[in-house]
């Protein structure tokens, strides 16, 4: 059974993006407009130099945006680093927290991710929680492991459906070109809704579970359709409006 609720896609520009690109993100701010964008949320994550530009170029769009990472605490002592409430001041109303990219190159543990969510609940921002496996770690078939582990430790206590979003993104598909098969999405999505229910009760089963990895305009039809896929969080793709709106528009097709 898919549990119904509104998707989300949702870009992740990672450090791409200059001035010169907010062409683009005018470009999807208006693509979103129209009776799709009440069945399906959109929402783009730029680089944080771009946060406040962004939100303010996307004021009478339906175009959500958020920040790709948060630092813990409100304020203090962090060279390089912006809070949830920075990012709520430039209007964004969404983080991504846990990206396997800062995981791995920032040594960012499940706890700090957690701690990051938290940050951002008490921000009132919606935290994208990024979970995943690595190839290694799916040739030893310790996927669902790996997930288990992500979702109880990086996800806070008493999360709350409308400012929780998990996202499923194995290491090794993102940027790759490569998905996993059909199935096995399906497997471990249907594996994290049931965790996310037994430790959250209702609100687990609301909470939107995103795919992200190589995701596309020619794969998009075929990954919305997967069981509990309540949407996507795509990367490389996301760069173009084009393309965006493309990912986007692959919901038109798809039977309510
Ligand atoms: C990502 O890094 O969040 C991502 C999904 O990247 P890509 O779509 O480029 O694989």
Not at 141 to 147: A, C, I, K, N, P
Not at 171 to 200: K, Q
């Amino acid at each position: 059974m898919t549990t119904k609720m509104r998707p989300l896609v949702a870009g992740n520009w990672k450090m791409n993006g200059t001035r010169e690109c907010l062409t683009q993100i005018k470009a999807i701010a208006e693509g979103v407009k129209g009776p799709l964008s009440e069945k399906i949320e959109a929402l783009l994550c730029p680089p944080s130099t771009l946060l406040y530009v962004s939100t303010a170029l996307a004021d009478d769009s339906p175009l959500a945006i958020g920040a790709q990472d948060c630092h813990q605490d409100r304020c203090g002592p962090h060279t390089g680093d912006i809070s949830a409430d920075m990012i709520a001041d430039c209007f964004g109303t969404y983080v991504i927290v846990g990206h396997s990219e800062r995981r791995t190159h920032h040594g960012e543990t499940d706890q700090l991710v957690r701690a990051k969510a938290a940050a951002a609940h008490e921000a009132d921002l919606t935290a994208i929680i990024c979970v995943g496996e690595t190839a290694e770690e799916r040739a030893d078939g310790r996927t669902l492991d790996v997930l288990n582990k992500e979702i109880c430790a990086s996800v806070p206590e008493g999360a709350r459906a409308g400012r929780t979003v998990i996202a499923y993104e194995p290491v090794w598909a993102i940027g790759s070109g490569h998905t996993p098969t059909a199935a096995d999405i399906e497997a471990a999505h249907a594996f994290m809704r049931a965790r996310l229910v037994e430790l959250f009760g209702a609100e687990g089963q609301k909470m939107r579970i995103l795919y992200g990895g190589s995701a596309n305009p020619t794969n998009a039809r075929d990954l919305i359709r997967i069981p509990e896929v309540n949407g996507l969080l795509v990367g490389g793709a996301s760069l173009k409006a084009a393309d965006f709106l493309a990912i986007y528009g692959a919901y038109e097709q798809l039977p309510a």
